[in-house]
């Protein structure tokens, strides 16, 4: 069964195709860009309200790119990260969230942009506590995470992974 939420954000998702070679990848750092080296293979990205539905929407929609990939080897780990960090823009930031799932290299990257500067913290949870365990989990199950303000306010929440096994 589809979702209401999926249908539109697959229908107006953004596929754009692999850059020419010239263009070049660059990292968010605090302090600007950093050029990686690398070319951008592919890139997808779609918006989502801010609706509790949202999140599964999210979870369909990196499912579906990293499929048409052949990456289903990291469908889990990517549906449960963006689970984490789209939560975390309804929850703390109370706003609709744009995802973007791209290619460089050999890494799979994966970004959460929404309106609030509210900054995710790693924290250590406690046994019954219900919550507090978000960014951990994207900690351990990604190669490296970070978080990029913007100057127009929001902020994007970005995690990477390894392509290959």
Known sequence: MVSDVLVPAILTSVTTPAPAPQDVVRQRTETGMRELGAVCEWQHSAEFPDHPSSVSGARAFVTFHLGGHDLDRLV??????????????LLHGQTGFLVVLLAVDESVRLEVHDGSQSIPIEVSARTLDVGG????????????????????GGKTVWAEFDQTG
């Not at 780990?77 to 963006?82: A, R, S």
């Not at 365990?133 to 127009?152: F, K």
């Open 76 to 89: 889990d780990d990517l549906q449960l990260v963006v689970s984490e960090l789209a939560t975390n823009a």
């Open 133 to 152: 365990r978000g960014i951990a989990i994207v900690s351990s199950l990604s190669r490296d995470w970070g978080v990029t303000t913007q100057e127009s």
